[in-house]
């Protein structure tokens, strides 16, 4: 299949490459020089503008920064360039309300499109064992699923448009929420005198057990390795966490939902951020 990938950042150029690893002819779009050619060494071809990289794909792949580059890409680059009939998959994590925008603008242009966001990092986009959350019609998840399925472990159709933004941001604020509280009760061990390996081995097979205990242990030499045990480098950065904490209290005050401990996580990663936007966001226990 040719497919167009713009966005060939920390995560979009790892999966830019399993896409030509599984046989696709990639055409690649970056303002990056770096991007491009990491993105030439690993098989795909590159072009200056991403109109050009549209030109006669069946599908487009973006993974960019935020609502506003996704919705100018789309707008100005992707719709009326790429050819009638292609499927268009947005891997950007965005608020709902520009996702949804942009999916009715590419239907009313006759394209079929999902917003796709990701769960797994960088380590997972490399790997191509990254979680898409899609939002679209059936016909639409359809025509996008064996494209997301070269660049991922598992595949869900959640709903509508929209829906894997919204599914997105609740999975990241619950993120949040369990890694604030288990390097809390972590360290709370710790300073009671309990050795930290024997709280993880304790609490990992009851009913502490939770994903950023049992999966991402923050504490270093504790438990399974994670980016703890780099001194918090790569992984999934503290900004971009805030970033998705951000989203998730915008679309919170927009339904009226109640969040009062992802406002407590949000403001607890906006200090954090200050300092140590780059580290991973388990790092936060540093803070405790």
Known sequence: MKIAFIGLGNMGGGMAANLAKAGNAVRAFDLSEAALETARSNGCETFSTAKEAVEGVEAVVSMLPNGGIVKSVYTDD?????????????????????????????????YAMVD??????IAAANGGTLTFMVGGTEEAFGRAEPILQAMGKAVIHAGDAGAGQTAKICNNMLLAISMIGTAEAMTMAQKLGLDPQKFYEISSQSSGYCWSLNAYTPMPGVGVESPADKGYEGGFAS???????KLAMEAAETAGAKVELGEHAKRLYEVFAVESGGKDFSGIIETL
């Open 116 to 121: 796709a966001p990701v769960s797994g990092g």
């Open 78 to 110: 992707v719709i009326g360039h790429a050819p009638d009939g292609a499927v268009l998959l947005d891997c950007s994590t965005i608020d709902v309300a520009t996702a949804k925008d942009v999916s009715a603008a590419a239907e009313a242009a006759g």
């Open 239 to 245: 900004a971009l966490m805030l970033k998705d904490l």
